[in-house]
């Protein structure tokens, strides 16, 4: 069964709009939870790290205030792109990580921004 | 810096053929090496990790450091293992973070 939750799946939206996506651990405590972007065709690229309780840690090139990172909690991490516009139309991956395991991802959420 | 290269972007074989996909890696440290396969309209999931040397779904994949390569192999394919594969490398002691290939898509063919 599924290890991670993430949702929404799909969202469309319009330019100028916040847009909130959750992941959420199932079947363990994630002490870390990764978000990815992948645009059609290419790789995931990792755009942060986050540790529950901590500021996420964000790669080189990721606007820290366009894309927040809340890890509140063990089983809960939320992603929101903040004043999103056409250009952040992608494809989100959370992935979770528990002591001693690989990371898990979820199905990914589908943003359209218009 | 790391890096993960998947030379081929599609890869097309008849069943029952053996298959190799291609992955090379650049990195100073000591890697750790993992697949990943994305069934169609399903997630990405883990397939193998060097560390474990299993065999998973016919699968297996030996991390090559002379020729830094960790090709995925196959030696007869099967229509269900059509899909994208992606190798990632984890780099030791940086927080647990995954570099991943462009992805290589599978095809089997009847």
């Known amino acids: 069964g599924a290890v991670v939750s993430q949702h929404p799946s799909w969202v469309i939206c319009k330019s100028g709009t916040s847009v909130k996506i959750e992941c959420r651990s199932l079947d363990f405590q994630a002490t870390t939870m990764f978000w990815y972007r992948q645009f059609p065709k290419q790789s995931l690229m990792l755009m942060a790290t986050s540790n529950e309780g901590s500021k996420a840690t964000y790669e080189q090139g990721v606007e820290k205030d366009k894309f927040l990172i809340n890890h509140a909690s063990l089983t809960l991490s939320t992603l929101t792109v903040t004043s999103a516009?056409?250009?952040?139309?992608?494809?989100?991956?959370?992935?979770?990580?528990?002591?001693?395991?690989?990371?898990?991802?979820?199905?990914?959420?589908?943003?359209?921004?218009? | 810096?790391?890096?993960?290269?998947?030379?081929?972007?599609?890869?097309?074989?008849?069943?029952?053929?053996?298959?190799?996909?291609?992955?090379?890696?650049?990195?100073?440290?000591?890697?750790?090496?993992?697949?990943?396969?994305?069934?169609?309209?399903?997630?990405?999931?883990?397939?193998?990790?060097?560390?474990?040397?299993?065999?998973?779904?016919?699968?297996t994949a030996d991390l090559n450091k002379g020729e830094t390569s960790f090709h995925l192999k196959k030696p007869f394919a099967q229509e269900e293992d059509s899909a994208m594969y992606y190798c990632a490398l984890k780099l030791t002691g940086g927080g647990n973070k995954l570099t991943f290939g462009t992805g290589t898509q599978l095809k089997v063919e009847l």
Not at chain 2, 36 to 52: D, F, G, K
């Open chain 1, 85 to 114: 516009h056409p250009e952040d139309s992608s494809f989100y991956i959370c992935s979770v990580r528990g002591s001693n395991q690989p990371q898990h991802f979820g199905d990914g959420t589908r943003l359209s921004i218009l």
């Open chain 2, 1 to 59: 810096a790391q890096r993960v290269t998947q030379p081929e972007k599609l890869l097309s074989v008849f069943k029952g053929a053996p298959v190799e996909l291609k992955c090379n890696y650049s990195y100073s440290g000591s890697p750790e090496l993992f697949w990943y396969v994305q069934y169609s309209r399903q997630r990405l999931q883990l397939l193998l990790r060097h560390i474990s040397r299993e065999s998973i779904k016919g699968f």
